[in-house]
């Protein structure tokens, strides 16, 4: 994993532990949601031909 993916990952992690923490189960969903479309966003942009 590349840095950039990397801290995209701490940043949500940081993100939905404390929304763990203030048991903000609808938070964590969407969290997840915006995590998966930002990572396959980069990934896909880093795998396309230039």
């Not at 995209?8 to 532990?17: A, D, P, Q, S, T």
């Not at 479309?37 to 031909?49: G, I």
Request: net charge negative.
């Amino acid at each position: 994993m590349d840095t950039t993916m990397t801290t995209l990952h701490e940043h949500y992690v940081r993100r939905v532990n404390a929304a763990v923490a203030e048991d903000r189960t609808d938070l964590v969903r969407d969290l997840y949601e915006e995590y998966f479309e930002e990572a396959l966003r980069r990934l896909l942009e880093t795998s396309a031909p230039a």
